[in-house]
């Protein structure tokens, strides 16, 4: 594909990338503001929808409350201006799975670098624009960051996703040349590089479906509370849908709290406050309804959820080792300690990013944190990963050793030896004989002439065998006129 039409294609998709993000936004909002409060205030509507975009690719927000809120609700005036940073990570799943499709798509074309560039620059500068024009008295952020943090979103996702449809098709350039030289890496070592990378995406699919599956659980096992906060907000359909629509766009973000709490080292819910497998300390909360599917108190049972990210490092090793080439010698070590190792600490620092994208502030004074701790989650998740991997890993492969051993019965030094020559060991041409008289050569070891030699050992096909079976008869004949164990011979 000719390298101008590539760049379009990657300039269309992140204009839709940008614009689907902000319409996903904009659209409800104004549907909303029409039912529930008439002609809607464009002024007003696009810099709320711009800072829920900007919240959503991790841009903190600053929250001005107007003094006539606060006389009318009577909040302190201290708590007037707040940070909101905790991200609805809905909209940065969405920009990053686009960038990368994006990505994939110019690299298998040819023109990876190509693409690459262009989507992201056209990013960049919707992503400039929306910043420049979005601030207000109301909500704010910094200029710098609502510009390089959506970029980045859609600049590492897409360089990925390039490198992957490059290395799919090939590029006659550093991906192709990177490929040589694995390709010429010692047999053994030759797979660690695409194993570690495939563990890695194993291990991280495999927690975040870990996380789902936990939060599904929660939800169902409180779901007495969770309805309660719903009734408790006396919220009309207006507001239910917003709460709803709220919710599901954190939905991600749950899911990755769900994971720290399996992992062992849980999350926050707010200064001096934790929630984790092991025992739960939390204060007042916001009354939003998923807050309902937190526990208040936890079971020593639960301290087995850390088996779950041990199991997804299992089935990876496995999943690994089965990829692994199987030779007649013993499998060397190194390349699989090697593996087990990489995987481990690469999840681990996924596990540290996914901490810093799901931490933030959610409100004023001790809401202003909330979220895993990067570190210990890294370490947590490299650490199980690492016990899963290195149980299927480093084991002994089972039947390892010779694919195609020869099976050989055991025989007695009296009975009698037959002997056939393989067929390779007797040539024989076939136009040879299809055009000429058949050469008077004896078989091997039995004097009879190759011409009436059986087809599986080197005859022609018309062969006739009569003379091969009467030697055989002969010789079985000898054998049993021969003294010797009578018991054995029945």
Do not use: C, K
């Amino acid at each position: 594909m000719h390298r101008l039409l590539v760049a379009l294609l990657a300039a269309l998709d992140a204009v839709l990338a940008a614009a689907g993000g902000i319409a996903v936004v904009l659209a409800p909002l104004t549907l909303l503001w029409v039912f529930g409060l008439g002609a809607p205030d464009w002024g007003a509507l696009w810099p709320a929808s711009a800072a829920v975009w900007h919240l959503g690719h991790l841009v903190p927000v600053t929250v001005t409350l107007p003094d006539a809120y606060l006389a009318a609700t009577g909040i302190d005036p201290s708590f007037a201006t707040f940070t909101l940073s905790l991200a609805p990570l809905a909209f940065a799943a969405f920009t990053a799975l686009f960038a990368a499709r994006s990505g994939v798509r110019a690299g298998e074309a040819g023109a990876a670098l190509t693409g690459w560039l262009s989507g992201s620059l056209v990013f960049t500068g919707v992503a400039s624009i929306v910043a420049l024009t979005a601030n207000a008295d109301l909500v704010a952020s910094e200029t710098w960051l609502a510009i390089l943090l959506p970029a980045l979103l859609f600049l590492v996702p897409s360089f990925i996703g390039a490198v992957i449809g490059a290395w799919r098709v090939g590029d006659d350039g550093p991906v192709d040349a990177v490929r040589d030289r694995i390709e010429r890496m010692p047999a053994a070592w030759a797979p660690v590089p695409g194993l570690v990378l495939r563990g890695l995406a194993l291990t991280t699919l495999g927690l975040v479906a870990v996380g789902g599956v936990v939060v599904v659980a929660g939800l169902i096992a409180r779901s007495t509370q969770v309805i309660g906060l719903y009734q408790a907000s006396n919220a009309d359909g207006i507001g239910a849908t917003v709460i709803a629509l709220g919710q599901l766009v954190y939905l991600p973000t749950l899911v990755l709290w769900a994971v720290a709490f399996t992992a062992g080292p849980g999350f926050a819910l707010g200064t001096d406050t934790a929630v984790t497998p092991a025992a739960t300390q939390v204060g007042a909360l916001p009354g939003i309804p998923v807050l309902g599917a937190v526990p208040d108190s936890t079971s020593s049972w639960l301290l087995l959820l850390v088996l779950l990210p041990v199991g997804v490092g299992a089935l990876t090793g496995w999943i690994l080792r089965s990829r692994m080439p199987s030779t007649v010698e013993p499998e060397p070590l190194a390349p699989r300690l090697v593996v087990a190792l990489a995987v481990a600490v690469l999840t681990g620092g996924v596990g540290a990013l996914a901490a810093l994208a799901s931490a933030g502030a959610i409100g004023p004074g001790r809401l202003a944190d909330t979220g895993p701790q990067p570190g210990p989650l890294a370490l947590a998740l490299g650490l199980e990963v690492l016990v899963g991997l290195a149980i299927l890993l480093l084991s002994p492969r089972f039947g390892a050793g010779s694919d195609h051993a020869e099976v050989s019965a055991p025989r007695r030094d009296d009975s009698p030896a037959f002997s056939f020559t393989p067929r390779e060991q007797v040539p024989f041409d076939r136009d040879e004989h299809a055009t000429g008289p058949t050469p008077a050569v004896s078989a091997p070891g039995t004097g009879i002439a190759h011409d009436v030699w059986p087809r599986a050992y080197g005859g022609p096909d018309d062969a006739d065998t009569s003379a091969v079976d009467d030697e055989v008869r002969a010789r079985i004949r000898a054998a049993w006129a021969e003294p010797g164990d009578d018991e054995h011979r029945r």
